[in-house]
């Protein structure tokens, strides 16, 4: 049975030779919920520090973009309409360059002429990926939606999709980031192995497994400090992976026989 708790290993992972002694004997399949607990604390953190600046976007964009937009978009048996049957060119604010057009008039009839990323027109929407128009998706409106949307209904949508989307984003980016610490733990675990081998350390490959995903903690850790105070190093991710091995040996190490 472990002798000390996951939260424990939080700040102990940093310097407890103790602790990685526990981990190789008694830690189990326990320890991928361990770093799913770890992964779960540091996206909430992250996700806390970027709201603000979501918010700040969305701000941004009902001041700039919204304004822009028509009064009113109604949709009737998939045709558009708008209350003046002119082009609306949406622009970026500081460069200014036109990033969407609403054209029920007809001027506007493709994206490679009006070089915006998205083109509504009466019956059709257009959207491009990139800037050289190499993939243009073009759709037609069904003719069974009938829809009207507000200025004033955007300004109120927003902010509430923005947050249900950082609500709804946080169980795939912690599947997603758990799938990649455990295959970083296996690689890492190989890389254990043959120093175990050199350092005549008769560990199975299963123990340094183990070792690999807590030692990663320290990393974890330093990484979610740092975007929390929006610090941003040169070459971080090459400093991430000397400090993971450096605690993977350190692991490694407490348990030699002769550590004990």
Known sequence: MSRYGYFRT????FY?????????ENWGAGVVLYLTLLLAISWLITMIVAHPLFRA???QFNQQITPQLPEVITIK?????TPENRPYLIKDAKTQ??????DTSGKYTSLEESHAALLITKD??????????HKIEINTIPTNLNLMITRAQVQQF???FMDWMLAIAFPFLLIASLLYRLLQSIVYAIFGKIFAAISGQPLMYSTILKLAMVSITPAIVVCTVLQWAHFILPHIGLMYFALAMIYLIFA?????????
């Open 10 to 13: 939080f700040y102990m992972s």
């Open 16 to 24: 407890s030779r103790d602790l990685y002694r526990d981990v190789a």
């Open 57 to 59: 976007g969305v701000s």
């Open 77 to 81: 048996k998939g045709i558009v309409t």
């Open 97 to 102: 360059d036109v990033i969407a057009i609403i």
């Open 124 to 133: 059709t929407y257009a959207h491009t990926s990139d800037s050289n128009y």
């Open 158 to 160: 927003i902010p509430k």
């Open 252 to 260: 490694i190490r407490a348990n030699r026989v002769d550590s004990r």
